[in-house]
């Protein structure tokens, strides 16, 4: 059986703001399928200070270095890990963000409207764009943008107990964002209706619910203002029962377990140590996109 629960959307509200001075953009040069040195040169023939970052060029200090030379405004193009990392520190010092699609699945975009298609039309919202503020989630003091997914899809679709319809309606929908493939055990999740889950296959925790019903290609999120986090629990049938699983919405959440997890936080593979305590950060992060863009 699989139940759900859902809070209103709540749109952004975007207001015209003052190019920034000192706008640095962050960019991964092998990610957009080679859009990435493409998105370079436009953004320094706009003007604008590049830092490339990848695998020998660690994201990290790159973002300190350019906020201590007085930047003010952080863009990205990369994964929406690399997007998750420029986010924090924006979030930190109160700087706008702006998102260049540049990544593989570029789910973040998509749910703020940009067409990853364009991804060097994102630029027009460095120096002509609006801004808005949205909800960022949060696990133990780490600031997500998409998602934190623990447990194996691949496993849990071929078990048989799960040609149930509306457990395979949650499996579909969680699919396409969950993260590196990782057995879970030991942990406990109590939803919102106080019932424990304590051997789950899945558990997908959003910044702000996804829509349920299909799989996530464009729009996953209704909205990133309506101040919830979207969960979604696959427990593991045991023998001889159908399996269940639950969808709900929450400010926060509580996860506990007795042993290090491992965890996709925006596709990126960590490790986290329980109680996993998740909270999401209602407008905390300014966002400016294209005057265009069709964000929620």
């Known amino acids: 059986m699989v139940t759900s629960q859902t809070t209103p959307s709540r749109r952004i509200e975007w207001k015209g703001v003052d190019p920034p001075r000192r706008p640095t953009l962050f960019v991964n040069p092998r990610s957009g399928r080679g859009a990435g040195p493409r998105i370079a040169q436009e953004a320094r023939d706009r003007g604008m200070t590049v830092a490339e970052f990848g695998p020998d060029r660690s994201l990290a200090p790159a973002v300190d270095a350019a906020v201590a030379a007085g930047a003010d405004a952080l863009a990205v193009a990369g994964g929406d890990g690399s997007l998750a990392a420029v986010a924090q520190t924006a979030l930190a010092h109160d700087l706008p963000f702006v998102c260049i699609p540049a990544g593989t699945r570029n789910h973040f975009a998509r749910d703020l409207g940009l067409d990853p298609t364009d991804p060097t039309a994102a630029l027009d919202a460095i120096n002509d764009g609006v801004e808005g503020r949205i909800d960022v989630g949060e696990v133990n003091g780490r600031v997500f943008l998409n998602n934190v997914s623990l447990g194996i899809y691949a496993e849990a679709i071929r078990d048989a107990g799960y040609r149930d319809a509306k457990i395979r309606t949650l499996l579909e929908t969680a699919r396409p964002v969950l993260g590196p493939a990782t057995e879970i055990s030991a942990l406990k999740v109590v939803d919102d209706l106080r019932v424990g889950h304590g051997d789950p296959a899945i558990v997908l925790v959003s910044n702000n619910p996804y829509a349920l019903g299909g799989p996530l290609t464009r729009g996953g999120r209704p909205t990133l203002r309506g101040g919830q986090l979207g969960v979604i629990v696959i427990d593991r049938p045991a023998a001889g029962r159908r399996p269940s699983g639950r969808a709900w919405s929450s400010a ?27 909270a999401v950060r209602p407008a905390a992060l300014r966002v400016r996109t294209p005057p265009r863009s069709r964000a929620a």
Do not use: M, N, Q, Y
């Open 252 to 278: 926060s959440l509580r996860i506990d377990g007795s042993a290090e997890v491992h965890a996709g936080i925006d596709g990126e593979a960590v490790e986290l140590s329980p109680p996993l305590e998740f």
